[in-house]
């Protein structure tokens, strides 16, 4: 699931630049179907990671995320915003209640393990939070009237994933070594 959350966030990445950047505006309308699928991915990996060795029945509820983003897209668009940012800033806040209650103990890590996991789904969380921030920066800019500032803060934006995802390779690259 971490493999796939990460593949998932630079996908996301690529498609934000290909729209905003090379003019591709058909395909604006899967940009918030596809971001629905992170948070989603993100929590699903944590869960994975930290409380079960192998997710349940019950746990892929949280794939059903997208079709509801779907739903919104073709039926109440002016909602977009909101629910993509709940979805990126309570599946956030979710890791991080999740880390405090645990202490950064993961039940499927071995005790050599250390503070690498507890770290990297720190940075995870952070990262979702940081997404509905920029959002909600592009919403002030588009309702303000300054249009031409949503190509700058989508590229430090875009900026910021490919650099936390270098980050986050480069601490499970790390955590790899130390537990061979």
Partial sequence: MLMALLLAAAGQSILVGIVQYYGFASLRWLQPITASI??????????EASLRARLQ??????????????????????????????????YGAAILVMLHRQGGDFAHMPL????????????????LIASAISDMLIIVAKIDGNDQIVGLILSIYIDFVLYLLAALGAALTIWGWRRA
């Fill in 38 to 47: 992170i948070p989603a991915l993100a929590w699903m990996a944590f869960l």
């Fill in 57 to 90: 029945i019950r746990d892929w509820v949280h794939f059903s995320v997208p079709a509801i983003v779907a739903l919104c897209v073709f039926v109440l668009p002016a909602i977009i915003d909101v629910v993509l940012c709940s979805l990126f800033v309570g």
């Fill in 112 to 127: 050599t393990a250390g503070h690498i996991p507890a770290l990297v789904w720190r940075f995870i969380a952070f990262a």
